[in-house]
């Protein structure tokens, strides 16, 4: 649902009007409260952006992927690329804008990062230090230099979710996104479609690189965090995305999160008092 459409275009604007203010500029900053139900419409930036949400979650789509961004991760943007967010939990959004021109060899697709305290510590700092009617010093660029080291590392796939352009997978993926505790098979969806499950499989691989059930996992990993985000429990999260076993999603969101659910729940309850 879209919201406040007036302020979410001044928002997409305010961002691009500062890059064209800044031309020069190597990184420029854009801090924003966002409220929950908040929708920024698809828009794109000719600047790479990394977007981060010091508290609250995201979910931010381009047309090739879904993303769920939680505090302790964060999004980056390649210049160009069209991107909208939905604030699934009222968020303090930073955006760091960082200018092409001026910073190489950065990916070349979106990607979550993973949010070390190292990593937010330095976006803190540049957020400090970053004043586009002051002169560039070294002590930035030494800054960004770092920076930028930290965006080429390897990226966290566990908040991203592939989707498919085949036409053959779009209602199987949709109808899954509406409703991820759904506990139908991949012959069931063959027999509902009119593919075979052979063939229904082989595209999986071939469109987004995982097999159906990889997957629908991630789909109901990334459907947690926002159910987690509001206070529901962690046994009720399970059975809401499907798990018949609770233990068996506390272990998949551990191995994909590196934190068990209540340790989510708990550090987002710290962050949005920090």
């Known amino acids: 649902m879209t919201k406040n459409t007036g302020d979410q275009t001044k928002q997409a604007v305010d961002s691009n009007t500062l890059i064209s203010q800044y031309p020069d500029h190597p990184v420029l900053i854009n ?16 600047w790479h952006q990394v977007l981060y949400p010091s508290s609250g979650l995201l979910k931010t789509r381009t047309d090739s992927h879904h993303f769920y961004i939680p505090h302790h991760r964060a999004l980056f943007i390649p210049a160009g690329v069209s991107h909208a967010s939905d604030v699934i939990r009222e968020a303090t959004f930073i955006g760091l804008y960082l200018n092409p021109s001026q910073i190489n060899a950065l990916p070349k ?20 230090a970053v004043d586009p009617d002051q002169p560039i010093t070294q002590p930035l660029l030494n800054l960004l230099a770092v920076f930028a080291d930290e965006l080429r590392a390897k990226k966290d796939s566990a908040l991203e979710l592939p989707m498919p352009a085949d036409r053959r ?48 996992q991630r789909l109901r990993l990334m ?52």
């Open 31 to 46: 801090r924003i409260e966002m409220a929950k139900g908040f929708h920024d419409a698809s828009h794109s930036h000719d």
């Open 223 to 274: 459907s947690s965090l926002s159910l987690l985000e509001k206070g529901d429990s962690v046994q009720n999260v399970a059975h809401q995305i499907g798990y018949q076993s609770v233990s068996a999603f506390i272990e998949a969101f551990r191995l994909a999160f590196k934190q068990t659910p209540q340790q989510f729940k708990t550090e987002s309850r710290q962050q949005a008092a920090y």
């Open 169 to 216: 997978l779009q209602p199987i993926v949709n109808a899954l996104i509406e409703q991820p505790d759904s506990q139908k098979t991949l012959q069931t969806w063959a027999e509902e479609t009119g593919a075979t499950e052979r063939t229904l499989s082989r595209l999986f691989k071939k469109e987004i690189h995982l097999t159906f059930p990889q997957w629908r």
């Open 109 to 128: 697709v979106s990607q979550p990062i993973e949010v070390s305290p190292f990593f937010r510590a330095l976006i803190l700092k540049l957020v400090q």
